[in-house]
T-cell receptor, first 111, second 114 residues
């Protein structure tokens, strides 16, 4: 399977703590994207990181990409209860292929 | 901020019936997609559409499925003869370009086949 796989499957933290989620994949990619899904809602795009980039930031989000290890991580700093959601990585393998999603990490932030 | 809208939010249909799910992509986007998510499982690609034709489709997108852009704004997914296993959330997405651009998703249609 070429899909990304997130780790852990579920994560529960206290408000204010940092949350780190990891994604691994098996073949070379063109880019990797992170999405958030609140319960019963659609996916919201968070960050896209290209294969020649190593790190990107967006507000409290930090994404890293290690193509040698075929892995990416999403760090949410100073988490809030509103960050409670499922987080998915999605890989774009050839630049002209549809996104392939992992199974997601369910993040619970407890106030 | 412009968004992708999907209707209906919930569709209940008898097995064997035809169903049409509707989407209005973001107006300046050129690429359109359908995905589905069976309860508790990952999001799966169904089909992509560009320039009034299918660009790519997955194994799931068999002869029972079809897509259409009947006018300048709507993008529809039709399932001709629904099966119980078609029960899922169906998400429409659109993007400006096919590569290296985020896809913008609607909130989905929950399809329940009885």
């Amino acid at each position: 399977s070429q899909q990304g796989e997130e780790d852990p499957q579920a994560l529960s933290i206290q408000e204010g703590e940092n949350a780190t989620m990891n994604c691994s994949y098996k073949t070379s990619i063109n880019n990797l994207q992170w999405y958030r899904q609140n319960s019963g809602r659609g996916l919201v795009h968070l960050i896209l990181i290209r294969s020649n980039e190593r790190e990107k930031h967006s507000g409290r989000l930090r994404v890293t990409l290690d193509t040698s290890k075929k892995s990416s991580s999403l760090l949410i700093t100073a988490s809030r209860a509103a960050d409670t959601a499922s987080y998915f990585c999605a890989t774009d393998f050839r630049g002209n292929t549809p996104l392939v999603f992992g199974k997601g990490t369910r993040l619970s932030v407890i106030a | 901020e412009p968004e992708v809208t999907q209707t209906p939010s919930h569709q209940v249909t008898q097995m064997g019936q035809e169903v049409i799910l509707r989407c209005v992509p973001i107006s300046n986007h050129l690429y359109f997609y359908w995905y589905r998510q069976i309860l508790g499982q990952k999001v799966e690609f169904l089909v992509s559409f560009y320039n009034n034709e299918i660009s790519e489709k997955s194994e799931i997108f068999d002869d029972q499925f079809s897509v259409e852009r009947p006018d300048g704004s709507n993008f529809t997914l039709k399932i001709r003869s629904t099966k119980l296993e078609d029960s899922a959330m169906y998400f429409c997405a659109s993007s400006v370009e096919y590569s290296n651009q985020p896809q913008h998703f609607g909130d989905g249609t929950r399809l329940s086949i009885l």
